[in-house]
């Protein structure tokens, strides 16, 4: 950003619709673009609209079928595992005491 602060923020998601409204912002710096405002206008409108929806479900993260980790992440009674990086880390979210 031209004054020194992040443009997008460092958390989260990194959605399509903020990364089209931050070129077209900067796009109408350099002149009158009406296609640009006209489409800027509707998307910052879904932006509202999205930002006021209720999430419908929150998906678990669970292991791809056939995944080579969805067996071998599971401790045997007694046991305890530490987890790693990768996709086999999603085992400290399931009842495998890692």
Do not use: W
Not at 3 to 17: I, N, P, R, S, V
Not at 55 to 72: E, L, Q
């Amino acid at each position: 950003m031209p004054t020194g602060g992040d443009l997008f923020t460092a958390k989260g998601a990194l959605d399509a619709q903020d990364i089209a409204v931050a070129i077209g912002d900067r796009v109408l710096r350099f002149g009158n673009a009406p296609d640009v405002e006209s489409h800027l206008t509707r998307l910052r409108t879904n932006q509202v609209t999205l930002r006021g929806m209720a999430d419908v479900s929150t998906r678990t993260p669970y292991f791809c079928a056939g995944c080579p980790h969805s067996s071998s992440t599971i401790v045997p009674y007694g046991s305890r595992a530490y987890a790693g990086i990768g996709c086999h880390y999603m085992a400290q979210f399931m009842d495998r005491n890692i």
